[in-house]
């Protein structure tokens, strides 16, 4: 039986049960069968869903929740404008979330401490 | 913007509904490029639209065949767009999130648009979500020409709700008061655009070397 990889689990965590992300509670999947697990395996040897919870883990409460609450965000979600407009794409550099928050109060920190 | 992908798959997956949704969520990331070729990405895909239901007799059909061939014949694109279609067809919403396309191989990045415009085409329902750096959004037009774009930058919002949660852990709450606490919230969100200057003219590693624990001594504040 294999452990550790993608797929079918019996238990979800932390409510995601709509997504194709398996992790359960032991961080352990459990297959109906070695050759489901070969047949994943063959498929992919990524594990997004494992990467999935690494980022998640590390969020931090409410930040970017206003992005969800966008016009842009809710049409695309329910689906208005068919095909042509299936696509959202946040666009952003590189420490514009966590990285940014840390430099605004970092920065504050060490000039009013100075 | 790593932040801003896991924050819309949960809230995708989390969403209230009578349609039962499927969302698959891919991350690149540079240090792996190399190892996360669209064979690999797309198989990613499929292996988390299949996982709750079962694998398809197609896809087990597939793999049989694969694997009495030349000691194991692996997958080629065509036959991954093929099972995807058809994994796809079978779900009633699905939701593609791939996070950091900046980060794909630039040999990979029109393959992997092009591959998810032929499912966006031949599944009109699914929605795809895309974060990346400003500059690969001429390649994503390329294939999509109507794609919606949101600029990710922190807001007022976004600082307040980070240092409620940095003063709701810092280590000397006996050293905090209301009266205290609402002089550094109303300090820092004022600096804050000018801070929004400074940040985007930083480079990234400045950014992370310039973080340290939050000072609580009121004198900070005078």
């Known amino acids: 039986m ?41 498929l992919s040897p990524l594990e997004p869903n494992i990467r999935h919870q690494g980022v998640r883990t ?57 | 913007m790593r932040n801003t992908s896991s924050l819309v798959v949960d809230r995708l997956c989390d969403q209230p509904g009578d349609v039962a949704v499927t969302v698959a ?15 690999d990405m797309m198989g990613a895909i499929l292996k988390q639209l299949i996982g709750r239901g079962g694998i398809p007799a197609d896809v087990r059909e ?9 000691g194991g014949r692996g997958l080629l694109h065509a036959d991954l767009m093929r099972m995807l279609k058809i994994a796809i067809g079978s779900l009633p919403q699905v939701f593609i999130c791939i996070d950091a396309l900046d980060e794909c191989l630039p040999r990979n990045l029109l393959e992997l648009l092009q591959s998810l415009r032929d499912i966006a085409l031949g599944s009109p329902t699914t929605r795809i979500f895309l974060t990346g750096r400003p500059h690969v959004l001429g390649a994503i037009q390329r294939y999509f020409t109507k794609v919606v774009v949101i600029p990710i930058s922190p807001n007022t919002d976004d600082v307040r709700n980070y240092l409620h949660m940095k003063l709701d852990r810092d280590e000397e709450p006996e050293a905090m008061d209301n009266d205290l606490r609402a002089d550094i919230m109303k300090v820092i969100l004022d600096k804050m655009s000018d801070m929004c200057v400074r940040a985007s003219s930083l480079p990234c590693q400045s950014m992370v070397n310039t973080y340290g624990k939050l000072c609580v001594d009121s004198s900070l504040l005078r």
């Open chain 1, 2 to 42: 294999a452990l550790t990889t993608l797929t079918q689990s019996i238990k979800f965590g932390d409510n995601n049960i709509n997504s194709g992300n398996t992790i359960g509670s032991y961080n352990k999947t459990v297959y109906k069968s070695d050759e489901d697990a070969q047949i994943m395996r063959w």
């Open chain 2, 25 to 39: 969520c891919l991350y690149y990331d540079f240090l792996v490029q190399n190892e996360q070729s669209i064979a």
């Open chain 2, 62 to 70: 597939a793999y049989q065949k694969g694997k009495t061939k030349l």
């Open chain 1, 58 to 114: 590390g969020r931090f409460e409410g930040i970017g929740d206003w992005l969800l609450e966008t016009s842009e965000f809710r049409e695309w979600r329910e689906g208005k404008g068919g095909a042509d407009k299936a696509v959202l794409f946040c666009s952003g550099n590189q420490g514009v979330g966590k990285t940014y928050l840390r430099y605004v109060v970092g920065s504050f920190e060490i000039s009013e401490c100075s």
